[in-house]
Structure formats: structure tokens, C-alpha cells
């Protein structure tokens, strides 16, 4: 499983919008890295951003 879907993962089963910083905490990945992710997820339709700098999943 690729740091997407660890990504994707972690953001759906949390149940609330995140930021960055705690999905970096949650699934140890640098939080440069969690930055990139959630950019590509966004452009791809599959995340959304409810309020500024929190994160969930489009579904």
C-alpha cells in the first residue's frame, strides 16, 4: 500500500476533517510529504477541504 492510500486511510476511518500535521503524526510520514499527497488527492478529486487546512475524504 502506497502513502496514498495510507493517507486516504487514515483521513476516512478518523471520521473528521484533519490537518496535516496530525495525519503526518498518525501515519508517520513527514508532513512534507503528507503536504505533496493531500496537493495530488485534492487535484484528484478524492479529498476535500471543509474549512482551511483541514482535510477528509470526497465520499
Keep these: ?14 471520521g473528521k476533517p484533519l490537518k496535516s500535521a496530525e495525519i503526518a503524526e498518525m501515519t508517520g510520514i513527514p508532513k512534507k510529504e503528507v503536504d ?16 482551511r487546512c483541514y482535510y477528509a475524504p470526497a465520499e
Design 1 to 14: 500500500m502506497g502513502n496514498e492510500e495510507v493517507v486516504l486511510e487514515v483521513m476516512k476511518k478518523a
Design 36 to 51: 505533496k499527497i493531500i496537493k495530488k488527492l485534492k487535484k484528484e478529486g478524492k479529498i476535500v477541504s471543509p474549512k
